[in-house]
């Protein structure tokens, strides 16, 4: 598995991976803004299989999420990449991200929900955007319990209210679901899991497994 990250994906990043890669035969693709239709007319015409995930795509676990459509599609790759690691049993999957969301899927492979928050720069821009005094402060591995500084004071509060939130979260899931597997991912997930205090496997790449599993799920059910 290889990661190669590009801001704007385009027809001409796809036919240089394809050079790269000439295995490479099947896509899948996951995006929340408005495609470019070059993009999926190559996608279509140069790939054996390829899929636009979106609500109505079949997958390998079960989707008990009452409104399917509004399930953002990084959510639903996670829960399906941690079942394809620990299948059979409950996994708490918790992406810190812009937003920090809370996945749940159960041991009989069914997706159940889960919850979202705000995450960790989103907390230090509300604090200065919504007040009219309160500086911009950066995240650190180093502070205080007690802040002696304003700076300190927003640190602790906005790091500390996200660790008690996570591991009391991990412990209301623990005490209901035997077994309880956590999975921390996301681009905050490196840090955060430095102050943690819970025992969590942290996978950058849960989101990518997923998109894959989904991919060959459907490959199978041709």
């Known amino acids: 598995?290889?990661?190669?990250?590009?801001?704007?994906?385009t027809v001409d990043h796809l036919k240089m991976l394809k050079d790269e890669h000439v295995q490479m035969k099947r896509a899948i693709l996951s995006s929340t803004k408005l495609v470019d239709q070059?993009?999926?007319?190559?996608?279509?015409?140069?790939?054996?299989?390829?899929?636009?995930l979106d609500h109505l795509t079949p997958l390998p676990i079960a989707n008990l999420y009452e409104t399917p459509?509004?399930?953002?599609?990084?959510?639903?790759?996670?829960?399906?990449?941690?079942?394809?690691?620990?299948?059979?049993?409950?996994?708490?999957?918790?992406?810190?991200?812009?937003a920090i969301t809370y996945d749940f899927v159960s041991a009989e492979n069914q997706y159940?929900?889960?919850?979202?928050?705000?995450?960790?720069?989103?907390?230090?821009?509300a604090l200065n955007q919504f007040?009219?005094?309160?500086?911009?402060?950066?995240?650190?591995?180093?502070?205080?319990?007690?802040?002696k500084n304003t700076k300190e004071a927003i640190r602790g509060g906005v790091q500390n209210g996200i660790l008690f939130e996570i591991e009391k979260t991990i412990e209301i899931f623990a005490e209901k679901y035997e077994d309880l597997q956590v999975i921390l991912t996301g681009g905050d997930s490196a840090f955060l899991s430095q102050m943690l205090n819970a025992d969590v496997l942290v996978h950058l790449n849960l989101t990518l497994?997923?998109?894959?599993?989904?991919?060959?799920?459907?490959?199978t059910k041709k």
């Open 209 to 219: 497994i997923g998109l894959n599993r989904i991919l060959e799920f459907n490959s």
């Open 38 to 52: 070059q993009l999926l007319e190559y996608l279509n015409k140069d790939f054996t299989q390829f899929i636009e």
């Open 69 to 98: 459509e509004t399930l953002g599609k990084d959510r639903i790759a996670a829960a399906v990449g941690a079942n394809e690691l620990f299948p059979n049993q409950n996994v708490l999957v918790i992406d810190a991200g812009t």
């Open 131 to 147: 007040t009219d005094k309160l500086p911009l402060v950066d995240s650190s591995a180093y502070f205080s319990e007690i802040g």
């Open 112 to 125: 159940l929900g889960g919850n979202i928050s705000p995450g960790l720069q989103m907390r230090f821009k």
């Open 1 to 9: 598995m290889f990661n190669v990250p590009v801001d704007h994906l």
